[in-house]
């Protein structure tokens, strides 16, 4: 299988992997400023985006796999990754298991350290589909209020009036033909990576939105304490997509723990 990727600049690689119902396309602006200074490799996750869907389910160690065959191939050797959210599993499942080929992990509100019980994780997966679906239908016609705008976009965006309307649209559409939203989603709700976090043996920083819903105080604290050196770099007023949201913020964060984390 072959994920769609994109690149742009040159020097050190990094590899960005999105998150839940989005795309590469997530990472647009604030991969054009990382680019100024290093080569930027951005993809969609299988059954996300224009990646093909995988025979079976959303499992971590094969999308993790995946991923490091073609980012490495692409890279021409070892790169850093940075994962978000969904793509925090699956770039720490990633490190666990290759980390020969991984310089550095930087992880951006990374799913994987609230587990959620079977039942209520199989709830919540199965009803994403149809809510980001009726997000989008309904958001359409709205999207260019402000008003409306913060209403759809709240948890992943804080200030919604920092995005143009166009920009909203974006996320609202990056979820439609997601082939294995369900899938995915309950593979976030039901990891616990904290083992696999505490084992990694990688130089390891943290990254997340200081006003994000969905990565509050008590997970925060449970990331540092399973890794007490990491060093970790907070976005003011940024929601859980911070590097959309303030792109600048974002790209200047990666470069400071990318410059503390790798010699």
Do not use: C, Y
């Amino acid at each position: 299988m072959s994920l769609a990727l994109e690149e742009r600049g040159r020097g050190k690689p990094l590899v960005l992997i999105h998150g839940l119902g989005t795309t590469r396309w997530i990472w647009d602006d604030a991969a054009a400023l990382l680019a100024e200074s290093r080569r930027v490799i951005t993809l969609d996750l299988p059954g996300f985006g224009d990646s093909p869907q995988l025979d079976g389910s959303f499992e971590l160690d094969v999308v993790a796999e995946l991923v490091v065959d073609e980012a490495e191939a692409l890279a021409g050797g070892s790169f850093d990754l940075l994962g978000h959210s969904l793509g925090g599993a699956v770039a720490l499942t990633a490190a666990r298991s290759r980390p020969d080929r991984i310089r550095s992990l930087i992880l951006e509100a990374p799913a994987g350290f609230r587990p959620r019980s079977g039942p209520l994780a199989e709830a919540v997966a199965t009803a994403a589909p149809a809510a980001l679906a009726a997000r989008r239908v309904f958001g359409r016609s709205v999207v260019g209020v402000n008003l409306a705008r913060r209403a759809l976009l709240w948890g992943a965006i804080h200030d919604a009036d920092r995005l143009s309307a166009e920009q909203a649209r974006g996320m609202l559409e990056a979820s439609r033909g997601a082939a294995h939203l369900r899938a995915a989603a309950r593979v976030a709700l039901e990891a616990d990576l904290a083992a696999d976090l505490e084992a990694v043996d990688l130089p390891v920083a943290f990254i997340w939105g200081g006003r994000d819903p969905l990565m509050p105080r008590s997970t925060q604290e449970r990331l540092r304490a399973l890794r007490r050196e990491a060093p970790f770099r907070v976005i003011p007023d940024a929601g859980h997509v911070a590097q959309i949201e303030r792109p600048e913020a974002f790209a200047e964060a990666v470069e400071a723990l990318l410059a503390v984390t790798v010699s």
